[in-house]
């Protein structure tokens, strides 16, 4: 069974540390939230899982699979099982959504076998229709260059298709920075819904206080701070709904010395 193990994770950003010691670990087939008020750090968390240059380790370990995952480049990430939005966060003129998703998939098929010479057209086409009938998308959506004029929402939705496509062991799901995250939530929970079981481990990240009337995560965790300072089951999230953040800084924010 794949796990991602992160151990008294620290993280800065021009030298100043946002990540302040983070612990986690999320096995395949579980589904754990990472809730907390804006500018806590947990963007930050979801792209050093992504290896994205301008976030600096400074402590701590991050193991994929047993392996090392600060030692591998973002792509080889990727193609080991670790799915994380934003991996392609320009639009691509001349790409269609469908043949993106679909190299994407011959480079995951690659690792797993060098041999492998691509999923055949006829098949990747009957699995890109029945990934999208379950996704509930419009099958033109497909046909649709990538991130070419995309509203936020169907930025989701191109991420949760590749998420559906690509068969990640380990998905990261980072709320989009502001505007609509509730649309966004939405589309994501929808879609984890929809994928979720034994092989499919999630992290969910947002901030948004109502997220079990989306979703129903196993695990979860309130981040603050740059620390994930509780942890907990959905009644966490439940209390979260009912008195929102302020209990939490109480607790955990001593004040201003
Ligand atoms: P969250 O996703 O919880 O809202 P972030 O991880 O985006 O929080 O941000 C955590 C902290 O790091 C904030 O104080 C933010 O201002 C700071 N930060 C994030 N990105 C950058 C950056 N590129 N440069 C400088 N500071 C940043
Ligand atoms: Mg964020």
């Known amino acids: 069974m794949s796990e991602l193990v992160i151990k008294n994770l620290h993280v800065s950003i021009e030298n100043k540390e946002i990540l302040k010691g ?45 392996k ?28 269609t959504v469908a043949n993106f998703l679909r190299s994407a998939v011959n480079s995951r098929r690659h690792v797993v076998n060098p041999e492998d010479k691509g999923v055949p057209i006829l098949e990747f086409r009957k699995m890109l229709k029945e990934k999208m009938e379950l996704l509930r998308m419009d099958s033109a ?23 559906a496509t690509l068969k990640p062991e380990i998905a990261i799901l980072d709320e989009t920075d502001s ?12 879609g984890v819904n929809a994928l979720s079981g034994p092989e499919l481990g999630v992290l969910v990240i947002t901030h948004y206080q109502r997220l079990l009337n989306y979703i129903k995560p196993r ?7 740059g620390k994930i300072v509780e942890s907990g089951g959905p009644d966490l999230a439940l209390q979260l709904e009912e008195r929102g953040y302020d209990w939490v800084r109480e607790k955990y924010e001593e004040a201003p010395a």
């Open 179 to 190: 505007g609509l995250d509730i649309d966004a939530l939405r589309i994501v929970a929808e």
């Open 22 to 66: 983070v612990d986690l670990m999320i096995k395949q087939g579980e589904i754990h939230a990472i809730m907390g008020p804006n500018g806590t750090g947990k963007s930050t968390l979801a792209y050093t899982l992504m290896g994205h240059p301008s976030y600096t380790v400074t402590g701590g370990e991050i193991w994929f699979k047993g």
């Open 219 to 225: 695990f979860v965790h309130i981040m603050l701070g």
């Open 68 to 95: 090392n995952l600060l030692e591998l480049a973002t792509d080889e990430r990727s193609r080991l099982g670790l799915f994380l939005a934003f991996q392609y966060p320009v639009a691509i003129p001349g790409v």
């Open 141 to 163: 959506f497909a046909g649709r260059y990538l991130n070419d004029g995309f509203s936020g929402g169907e930025k989701k939705r191109a991420e949760i298709l590749q998420m």
